[in-house]
Structure formats: C-alpha cells, structure tokens
C-alpha cells in the first residue's frame, strides 16, 4: 500500500471498534481494485458522534461505516439520509461529498445481496424471521422492498414483534407481514444474537417450513451455527451470516468509490473469511502464538484450538507439572498423539508449543491434510521483553539465563525452518502479523 498526500481516507467508527474487520475487507477491496484509498477503524465514545462527523468534513474524509452503538445517532446526525436509511431511521455508512454528508444502510440490503450471492431470490416467497432487534428491521424491509410475498417475525417478546410487522407493512402494504410462527416459510432466518459464540439454537425444530426451504443465519461466528447444522442435517439449503457482513461492506465500497466491486473481488472476500484449511502457529515461547492466533479467528471465523490447552485437559494437570512428574519426553509424546489427533481439522487456527516442530512428524500430520504451517520468529531479547520475569509456567526456560535460553532457541533454528512461512515478528505488532500470516495463506504474497 502506498499512501501519498492524494491518498483518500475513509473508516469506522464504533465503540468499541478494535474488533470489527471492517479494516481487513475495505483494505482488501482497496488493494484488489487498485484503488488510492485507505480504511482506518476510529474508535469514537457515545456523545461524541457530532464532533466525528465534524472532523469528517474538517479532514475530508470521503467515506466512514458506523457500527454498534452509533448507527442511529449517526441517522439522526448526518445532512441527507438515503430513503431506505430513513425507514429504518439508522445509518451504517455515511459518505462525504464536499462537506455533505449524506447517510445509508447497507445491512438489509447485504443480507438480500448475500441471498443473490447464492443463487437465493426472495420475490414472492414466504419469509420467517426470528428477532425483531435492529437486524431483524434491516433484514425484514430490504425483504420487503425486494418483493418477499409474506413475512413473518417471531420474537421472544411478542410486542416488539409486532410493532416490526407494523412498521413493514406501514412502509410496504403489498407485503403481508405479521407476527406469527414459520408454517409454509420458504426462508427461515434468524436474526437473533442466540448462537453467537455458543451452540446454542435459536428454534426447536425446523417442523412447518417448506421441505425445500432455505435456512439462513445472519450470526457469523462460528461460521456454522446449531440452527445450520441442523438444518444441513435436516435437508435444508443453508446460508451463513458471513455473506452479509461481506456484502453490506461491499455496497458501502460501492457507495464510497463509486466503482463496482468485481465478482473476482467478492470470491475472494468470501475465501478469506472462511479458511479452507487450517493455520497451524508455532514458534519459541513469547512470540504471541495465542494474541496472533485468536486475532487471526476474529478474521476468518475459524475455531482456535492451543495443543498447549489440550495437553493439560488431557492430562489433568499443568505443562509444568507434566515435566515435573514425567519429564520431556512423556510430555513431546503427549504432544505428538494430540497434534495427530488435529490432522483432519478444516479451518482452524491450531497454536503449537514451541518445540512441537522438533519432532518432524507432527508437522508433516497437519501439511498432509492440508493446514500451512507459520513460524514466530524473534531474537532472545524480544522473547524476554515479551514474557516478562514470567518463566515459572515455562518448564525450559525457568531457571536459566538469557544465554542458556539463545543456545535454546539456535538449537531449534533447523526444525523452526522446515515451517512453511517463518514470520519475523520481532518488530511487528500483533495485528500486523496476523493480516500479513493471511495474506500468505491466501496466496497474495
Ligand atoms: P438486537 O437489536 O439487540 O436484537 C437482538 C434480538 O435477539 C432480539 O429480537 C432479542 O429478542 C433476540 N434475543 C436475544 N437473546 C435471546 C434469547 N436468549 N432468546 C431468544 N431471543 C433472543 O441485536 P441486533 O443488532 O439485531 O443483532 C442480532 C444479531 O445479529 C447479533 O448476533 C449480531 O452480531 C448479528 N448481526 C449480524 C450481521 C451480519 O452482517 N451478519 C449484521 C448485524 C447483526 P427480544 O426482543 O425478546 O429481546
């Protein structure tokens, strides 16, 4: 990326916003479309919407997308609203035209772009929704607009159900909405956040839909949730809450630069937030194997698995009380029988020990079904610098100098080379690392 003093910038604002992969897809999108744009995450406190938009206008930021809590402030804030965005009386992106700006939402119409992505069309069809939050709004008037027949909202309180139905049908008369269950639907959705991180199911059963219905979920983490695991084992078509993320965030690049987002660009889009094959980590102790690997989760949805972890779970005891009561060599053969046992793993991101890689054959298991295998690597002084006066939990380093720690580490040196990829991060952030380990995954290096 070169940015220069032409360089157009454009981000997000929320709070909290660190999280959000808004940067990764526009960054992607940038860099693919050969665009002289820039995506930053800004994160801006509740009360403090007005000065952003301000320092919008003062800075000529061209583009920013609002996230949770700031998309209605920003909606009742900006100095032109798009009329869909009015309807819903919320804003996720707002774009900067010489001082004006002017405010849309993205979200409903992500999810109907997300549908169409997979061949999926909702005109005149029946259409249940379950929530009736600010998702359920977005997702049930871009149904509406896009010619959905029916549409049904199920919620856990009744009244807000309601008052979503009456809001669709206020705004779009032809469409029959009500709050009623799913009988006859040809889409189920859920909108509600049940499943989020957890494996909990937002239905009972899947009992009254169509035997050829489609069953979406908009919640993308995991990436396959309970209700689409059942649905898959049901029969059904499913389709997952990546695809709207992906999507409003295309339309917003669209409203920004106004230059279509490529078929090419959104394939890729959708490949790297879903890992084929997984990512193994591995590196001295201190090298930020964990920081790297969840962060890298929070970008591709994929499960993070620490053999570390499931060594101890194993064996019902601390690492260092493995080698305290069996010693190196018990502990490496534990190590080898649980990294085996990870071989057949797709898309995961899987955090090894340090001297995981002695043994070649753990890492030959995982490259022979598939996973790319990433080495952390940074000097003795970075490694200290980064675990502190923390050895104790460390059974190879507790005890010894800096100098016995180097022999250590230059002893592993050939086995860390077998790896894939050696990523240097001794200078490196942690963010950077990770978005630099999935540009090499995806091939882009
Ligand atoms: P929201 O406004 O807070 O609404 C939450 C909805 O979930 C409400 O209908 C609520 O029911 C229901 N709910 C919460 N806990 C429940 C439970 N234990 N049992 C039954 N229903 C429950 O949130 P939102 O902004 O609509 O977001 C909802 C989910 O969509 C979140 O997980 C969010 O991450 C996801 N989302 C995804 C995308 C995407 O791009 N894929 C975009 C936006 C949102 P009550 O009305 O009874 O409280």
């Known amino acids: 990326m070169n940015i220069t003093g032409k360089t157009v910038q454009l981000g997000v604002i929320g709070n909290p916003v660190s999280h959000s992969i808004s940067p990764q ?6 860099e693919k479309m050969q665009l002289d744009y820039t995506y930053s995450a800004y994160r801006v406190r509740e009360g403090e919407v007005g000065k952003a ?3 919008m206008r003062a800075l000529n930021i061209r583009g920013l997308n609002v996230t949770i809590p700031h998309k209605i402030t920003a909606h009742d804030l900006c100095d032109e609203v798009d009329p869909f965005a009015k309807k819903m009386g919320a804003c996720n992106t707002l774009v900067n035209t010489n001082g004006v700006i002017k405010g849309y939402n993205t979200d409903g119409p992500g999810f109907v772009r997300a549908l169409a992505y997979k061949g999926f069309c909702v005109k005149g069809k029946s259409v249940a929704i379950l929530g009736a939050g600010g998702a359920a709004a977005g997702v049930g008037m871009a149904l509406a607009k896009n010619g959905a027949a029916k549409i049904a909202i199920v919620n856990r309180t009744r009244e807000k159900a309601e008052a979503l139905a009456r809001k669709i049908n206020r705004y779009y008369p032809n469409v029959a909405a009500a709050a009623e269950g799913f009988d006859g639907a040809d889409f189920l959705i859920n909108t509600t956040s049940v499943g989020m991180n957890s494996n909990d199911c937002p239905a009972e059963s899947l009992t009254g839909l169509k035997s050829d219905a489609v069953v979406c979920d908009i919640v993308y983490c995991p990436r396959e949730t309970a209700l689409l695991k059942m649905a898959k084992s049901a029969g059904y078509r499913t389709v997952g809450g990546i695809g709207m993320l992906i999507n409003q965030a295309v339309i917003a690049f669209e409203l920004f630069t106004g230059k279509e987002v490529d078929n090419e660009t959104v394939n890729y889009l959708y490949r790297m937030t879903e890992l084929e094959n997984s990512i193994v980590l591995t590196g001295f ?8 690997g969840k962060r890298l989760c929070a970008l ?5 698995i620490d053999t570390d972890a499931l060594i101890e779970e194993k064996e019902g005891m601390s690492i ?5 009561k069996h010693g190196e060599k018990y502990f490496r053969d534990v190590e080898s029988e649980v990294i085996k046992s990870l071989a057949g793993y797709k898309g995961a991101v899987i955090s090894t020990g340090g001297g995981a890689v002695i043994r070649r054959d753990n890492i030959d298991a995982l490259r022979a079904c598939g996973a790319k295998v990433f080495c952390l690597c940074a000097d003795i002084e970075r490694v200290y610098k980064n675990i502190g006066d923390n050895t104790s939990s460390r059974p190879l380093l507790n005890g010894k100098t800096i100098d016995e720690a180097r022999v250590l580490l230059e002893s592993r040196k050939d086995a860390y080379a077998n790896c894939d990829w050696a990523i240097d991060v001794t200078e490196c952030e942690k963010e950077q690392t990770a978005d630099k380990i999935l540009e090499l995954y995806m091939g882009r290096d």
Do not use: D, R, S
């Open 320 to 324: 260092p009380k493995i080698f305290e």
């Open 300 to 304: 591709t949805g994929a499960q993070f």
């Open 285 to 292: 102790m201190g090298t930020g194997k964990t920081t790297v």
């Open 25 to 30: 897809l526009h960054n992607t999108m940038i």
């Open 53 to 55: 938009l301000e320092g």
